[in-house]
Nanobody, 116 residues
Framework: QVQLVESGGGLVQPGGSLRLSCAAS????????MNWYRQAPGKERELVAG????????DYVDSVKGRFTISRDNAKNTLYLQMNSLKPEDTAVYYC?????????WGQGTQVTVSS
């Protein structure tokens, strides 16, 4: 079955960096678009970044453009999110996501806290 396991979250000071990883299994990773979402307390879950299958075209929410980079390693079945110049408003639980067949799949999430 499809499994997505995130890692790499933690506590970081404003201006710092983190790299999130998502290990995928149970499906042909290279054939599917992959996404990072986040959900802050009291807010709806929002799409942060996505990367297409094949040529790896990326897209970002405006609030992270120029600071976050999504990438994928199809040989390792792993999705990444490099987050630089982090701000307190980036604090959230970050989720890896994909849509396979007729189902939407989510990881368990990893907490990112940006605070001094």
């Amino acid at each position: 079955q499809v499994q997505l396991v995130e890692s790499g979250g933690g506590l970081v000071q404003p201006g710092g960096s983190l790299r999130l990883s998502c290990a995928a299994s149970g499906f042909t990773f290279s054939n599917y678009r992959m996404n990072w979402y986040r959900q802050a307390p009291g807010k709806e879950r929002e799409l942060v970044a996505g990367i297409s299958r094949g040529d790896g075209i990326t897209d970002y929410v405006d609030s992270v453009k120029g600071r976050f980079t999504i990438s994928r390693d199809n040989a390792k079945n792993t999705l990444y999110l490099q987050m630089n110049s982090l701000k307190p408003e980036d604090t959230a639980v970050y989720y890896c996501n994909t849509f396979v067949g007729l189902s939407n799949y989510w990881g368990q999430g990893t907490q990112v806290t940006v605070s001094s």
